[in-house]
């Protein structure tokens, strides 16, 4: 397997990308609050927007294995603050040297471990080239299942020889619930 880099997906590619990346995240819509799984439109958007690399691990066949989002454009992606970033790396902000990883999907086969790793090295190498910081979310179900921090960081470790790990930023989400007689309550 290789990776390519690019700026658009089109065509046939477009089409298997967009089935990989429905069925690698469509079970969260169920699991995590935040919606995960973006609309087709909004796919189509990033698909065809130039600010987003578009990394493409292909098998011999030219098959797409697996899929993943990077930029360090962060206006580009749509749910981060970009003030937080420059608040926090005013220098890697300004030399435009955070990178952004919207998501790595890859197709749930026997190949799918390696469609990653190919994909995180590739990330990794974009990023060391310019001393950069690389960041990301995923849901806490993604972690404690998957444990993706965990995983990342050991990826990570093993292309740098030494990488720090810090949660950035957290959300949460509240329900408050009533018994079926608080209204008459007071």
Known sequence: MAVKIVDQV????RETAWTLYSAAFAELNALAVQRHLMYRHEFDDVMSDPRVAKYLCLDDADTIRGLSTYTNDLDA???ISPPYFERRWPQHYAERRIWYCGFVATQADARAATAFGELVTAM???AA???ALIALDFCTR???VRRMSRVVR???HRLSGDVHAQRIDEQ??????FPTNASTAG
Do not use: I, N, R
């Open 142 to 144: 993604t972690d404690e």
């Open 129 to 131: 080239a310019q001393g």
């Open 154 to 156: 050991l990826m990570l």
């Open 77 to 79: 992606v749509p749910l």
């Open 124 to 126: 990794y190498h974009t």
């Open 172 to 177: 949460q989400y509240w329900l408050y619930e």
């Open 10 to 13: 089109d065509g046939e590619h």
